[in-house]
Structures are given as C-alpha cells and as structure tokens.
C-alpha cells in the first residue's frame, strides 16, 4: 500500500516532474542510502526500507508515514493505511 499510494505500482510514475520512480522516494536525497545498502532505488523494497528507516527512528508506524509521505495535516491516507493494515493483520498474520 506505501509503493501503490504513490504511484498504483507504476515504476515510471512522475512525481512533481522532478523524478520517475514505483515508491516516490526523491533520488536525491535516498540513493546514497540506498546503495550503501544494495537496494534498487526504483523498487518497492526500496520504499519499504525508506519506511522502516523513519519506523526505527520515530517508534512510531503513524510518525514513520507521515515523515515518509511529508504529510503535516492532511493525514487521510495513514488512516487508509491503518485500517488496510488491521485486516491484513487480522486475516493473513494470525499466529
């Protein structure tokens, strides 16, 4: 949901016309990081590793997309992504 809420999963999605890529993570401020860790920069792993980046340093999953999305008020979308995430959780990780 964090890659399709950027770009419906197109890998050539233009974002702002600044730059094309499945995740909208901006090349330039992400593909050092990246790199340094083996990761495709226009890949869904590479927006999941963005993701727990901010997870790691916020402790939060609502702080962590706010940050990776930009968001400052409009927060609709980590409410999607919440409750998306509650099913999820629910049906498929079960113990």
């Given at each position: 949901m964090?890659c399709f809420?950027e770009s419906?999963?197109n890998?050539?999605a233009n974002?702002?016309?600044?730059?094309?890529?499945?995740?909208g993570?901006?090349?330039?401020y992400?593909?050092?990081?990246?790199s340094?860790?083996?990761?495709?920069?226009?890949s869904?792993?590479?927006?999941?590793?963005?993701?727990?980046?901010f997870l790691?340093k916020?402790?939060s999953?609502e702080?962590?997309l706010?940050k990776y999305k930009g968001?400052?008020?409009?927060?609709?979308?980590?409410?999607?992504?919440?409750?998306?995430y509650?099913?999820i959780e629910k049906?498929?990780?079960?113990?």
């Amino acid at each position: 949901m964090l890659c399709f809420s950027e770009s419906e999963l197109n890998y050539e999605a233009n974002h702002q016309g600044l730059y094309t890529n499945v995740c909208g993570n901006n090349p330039r401020y992400w593909d050092k990081f990246l790199s340094e860790r083996g990761i495709e920069s226009n890949s869904i792993l590479a927006g999941y590793t963005i993701y727990l980046h901010f997870l790691d340093k916020t402790g939060s999953r609502e702080k962590a997309l706010k940050k990776y999305k930009g968001i400052k008020d409009n927060v609709w979308i980590i409410h999607k992504y919440q409750r998306v995430y509650k099913e999820i959780e629910k049906k498929h990780l079960k113990d």
